[in-house]
């Protein structure tokens, strides 16, 4: 049998020992192998034991044999002696391999099977100082894949056998062929009588189960050159398909397992001494399509990051233009290869999903990883064959089960690291998240606050109105307040006069002070809103800017979760410390509390800071046909969402009875809800486009007020209501960023004032009628005519907005 490297890479008598989860004696040999800067002082500092293992395990020992003659000097005296005899063995071996090649090559001939070459020796002298330096345990060669049965009838014939019922569902060759004479283990690495194997291959790359899909390798085959060493000639891949193949057997191997950090060696080995080489990188450019390019790419930033080799220009800027994914990943998990051959990882998923570009193909993958199965047929398999394949199966799925945990928590660091949102970003997110969870609990309980003191819905629908036309008084003027204050002074304004007026709204109980201080508090939570956008784009970076509007967004949502229950609770939890007060005084103490929340926002905003812009001399708002029929869209669209959200806490409490409790969970409910839909949203819009995904949640949304209209059961309206809502928003971060792609960034202040001016005056309209509605026609009549404005604006975007929604503004802003 032959010698049997695991999947850790020892030899049958090491499995199992407890290795080190971080080789940090792996790092110091890669440091003294650098191209430039080699680092040899670690080399001096690592035990006896650490070199036994650099000496013993097949996946490093192969670095060996380079380190002795980049830096014998620096290796203890014993070591030295031990990669000689490493040498002398290889040396040896390789005389063995040209041997059984010969016998092979003579064979598929024979049986007229035209064959190449691949890896091993094909590979000098460009990737290595010489065989005798290059490990070699098996002969690759390729096959057309109509050929590649008659090549294995012809090796059995020479008495070589398979094995392994399974196979291997990402090798790109068939099971591996080898003699039975009956091998023994010998403790020696490098024994040249370990007996040869051979992989047909069939195919250069299995795109089908990477999902990646270069373009132009059947080419390889097309582009063969004939080679010679040592008195034998062969066919071997030329010379620029060499060294994709190489970069593209590394990948897989990190996808897939069977990784050795040796075959990176030799791709910098050729990347360092080819950096001057233009001739061959013109011929690369010219024979290799963009895809392939860019896998190469990633294999050399690898090479790159661990053996600092020299690259050409031309390499360096496909290394700049990789996905940040990819990036990110060789940043952060660049030795995780390394370790997976101690201790097994999945952190190359992360590589992988990084390097595709489709949706489907990502969820693919992740799926094959989460749940690998063979992908060879079983129908030819015999009884004996599914029992193995069983056992095998159960060892392996608790093998995936073992690490999914980890590869969870990997991923998500994984993608944190993406998008390395810093500091300043979470000042201001503790500053938001303090102003929305206040305001979430003030207006959750100010309607059933006035109730308690009497109102009817028809004064709500005036005060909502009238803190609608605070919103429109505050948008607008918010754009030169920053701009003359800063950013940072009037967000700290605003803060301090929303807390200010909302606590007064809790004290003021007449209706001429409730509804000027809601359209004062309006206002400033309004100019707020304004200054957000530009706030969290100064806080965030062009990369991981959309992560920072959409965690905004969402988290905004989802902090209504927390608020609606605390809401729903907060009255009772002051009432077992006042139990005789009375309910309108118990929300009265809540809404104070809910003020005192906002206030705390004060203080990470003073630990703002943001870059001073010179102010221009002239105000710009965009002016465009586009613009205009966006805003007509927008102002219907927005007499929807103003018409029953701002009463949902009446509809539950004067239609349904519903408890205040129950009305508590129903908002929590749907603001999760929310959350997950805007959420989903970019695989939505993505799928779909903008216009496409905006006007389909909007007929949406009709479904679901129709179906609010005719519940019969509170339990129904409930449930209604919550896929109500997340609809609802859902549309909300494509309308946004709709709108922020077809103005220019000049203009895009500008366009945020405009939007808030349109949706709050939208909103007012919708409240005031709404609310007289409600009180004259009941909730189902005013819920339908609801869904009849959906229609319309569903309409009034894909007419007027659909039509241009990809194209980009040039028109140029005019001045107010």
């Known amino acids: 049998m032959a010698l049997e490297h695991s999947a850790n890479g020892l030899p049958p008598e090491r499995k199992g020992e407890s290795m080190p989860s971080a080789p940090v004696h792996v790092k110091a040999v890669l440091g003294a192998l650098n191209f430039c800067g080699a680092r040899r002082e670690a080399l001096r500092t690592l035990t006896d034991d650490e070199w036994k293992d650099i000496l013993f395990r097949w996946a490093w020992v192969r670095l060996a044999l380079p380190l002795k003659q980049v830096c014998g000097d620096d290796l203890p005296g014993w070591v030295r002696d031990q990669i000689d005899e490493h040498i002398a063995d290889n040396t040896e071996r390789f005389e063995r391999i040209k041997r059984d090649y010969v016998e092979v090559a003579g064979a598929l001939r024979d049986a007229s099977v035209d064959h190449l070459v691949l890896k091993g020796f094909a590979q000098w002298p460009e990737y290595m100082q010489g065989p005798h330096l290059r490990a070699q345990t098996d002969i690759d060669v390729y096959c057309p894949p109509e050929s590649v049965f008659r090549g294995r009838e012809a090796l059995s014939a020479c008495g070589y056998r398979w094995s392994d019922p399974f196979g291997a569902r990402i090798l790109d060759h068939l099971p591996a062929l080898e003699k039975q004479n009956h091998y023994q283990w010998r403790g020696k690495t490098f024994d040249p009588d370990l007996p040869s194997t051979v992989d047909l291959h069939f195919r250069f790359w299995n795109d089908v189960e990477t999902r990646l899909r270069p373009v132009g390798l059947e080419q390889f085959w097309l582009r063969r050159v004939e080679r010679r060493l040592d008195g034998f000639t062969y066919a071997a891949l030329d010379e620029v398909d060499c060294l994709a193949y190489a970069a593209l057997h590394v990948l897989r191997s990190i996808f897939y397992g069977g990784f050795q950090v040796y075959n990176v060696y030799e791709i910098a080995w050729f990347l360092h001494t080819n950096a001057d080489n233009e001739a061959f990188w013109g011929k690369r450019r010219e024979l290799h399509h963009e895809s392939l390019r860019s896998l190469e790419a990633a294999c050399f930033r690898l090479a790159k990051e661990w053996f600092d080799c020299r690259l050409p220009d031309e390499v360096e800027k496909e290394i700049e233009s990789l996905p940040t994914g990819v990036q990110h990943w060789v940043h952060k998990y660049r030795d995780s290869a390394l370790a997976a051959l101690v201790r097994p990882n999945k952190d190359a998923l992360w590589l992988h999903l990084s390097l595709l570009e489709s949706s489907s193909d ?317 959420l989903a949203a970019p695989f939505i819009f993505r799928r779909l486009g903008l216009v496409a995904g905006i006007v389909y949640s909007q007929i949406a949304t009709v479904l679901l007020l129709v179906g609010l209209a005719r519940t019969s059961a509170k339990s129904e309206a409930a449930v209604v209501y919550v896929v109500f809502s997340a609809v609802l928003w859902m549309s909300e971060p494509g309308i946004f960023s709709l709108l922020m792609d077809r103005v220019s960034p000049s203009e895009r202040s500008g366009a945020s004032a405009l939007i808030l001016f349109v949706m709050s005056l939208g909103n007012a309209i919708a409240a005031v009628l709404a609310g007289a509605s409600f009180a004259r026609y009941g909730y189902p009549a005013v819920l339908g005519a609801t869904a009849v404005m959906s229609v319309v604006a569903a309409f009034l975007f894909r007419l007027l907005v659909g039509g241009e929604a990809g194209q980009v503004s040039g028109e140029t802003s005019v001045t107010k």
Request: overall charge positive; some cysteine; glycine content about 8%.
């Open 362 to 678: 990502k969820r693919s993958i992740l799926w094959k990883w989460l749940l690998p199965l063979p992908a060879e047929s079983i129908r030819r398999w015999t009884p004996r064959t599914y029992a193995k394949f069983f056992v095998h199966a159960a060892s392996r799925g608790f093998y995936h089960l073992r690490l999914l945990p980890k590869m969870l928590w990997e991923g998500f660091r994984w993608w944190w690291s993406t998008n390395d949102l810093g500091k300043p970003f979470w000042i201001f997110f503790a500053a938001f998240s303090c102003f929305d969870i206040g305001l979430y609990i003030f207006f959750f309980l100010y309607n059933l606050y006035l109730l308690d003191r009497g109102y009817t819905e028809r004064f709500l629908g005036q005060a909502t109105s009238a803190n609608a036309l605070g919103g429109i008084a505050g948008a607008l003027p918010a754009g030169i307040l920053a701009q003359r204050f800063g950013l940072r002074r009037t967000m700290l304004i605003c803060l301090v006069l929303v807390t200010l007026f909302s606590a007064l709204l809790a004290v003021l109980v007449s209706p001429v002070p409730q509804l000027c201080l809601a359209f004062l508090a309006s206002a400033a939570s309004t100019a707020w809103s304004v200054c957000t956008l530009p706030a969290v784009a100064q806080v965030t970076t062009e990369q991981n800017r959309p992560l920072g509007f959409s965690l905004m967004m969402s988290s905004g949502i989802g902090l209504g979760v927390v608020a609606g229950l605390v809401g729903g609770s907060l009255p009772g939890w002051l009432a077992r410390i006042q139990p005789s007060a009375s309910p309108g005084n118990l929300k009265e103490g809540a809404l104070i509390i809910a003020c005192g929340i906002v206030a705390l926002g004060l203080w990470p905003a003073t630990h703002l800071r943001f870059v001073s812009e010179p102010a221009p001399e002239k105000k710009y708002y965009p002016r465009s046909p586009f613009v205009y029929r966006f805003l007509i869209a927008m102002a219907v669209w927005s007499l929807v969402t103003g018409a029953f959200s701002p009463f949902f806490n009446a509809y539950f409490s004067e239609y349904w009875h519903m408890p205040l409790r129950q009305i508590g969970v129903v908002s929590s409910a749907s603001q999760l809800g929310t959350v997950v839909a805007m």
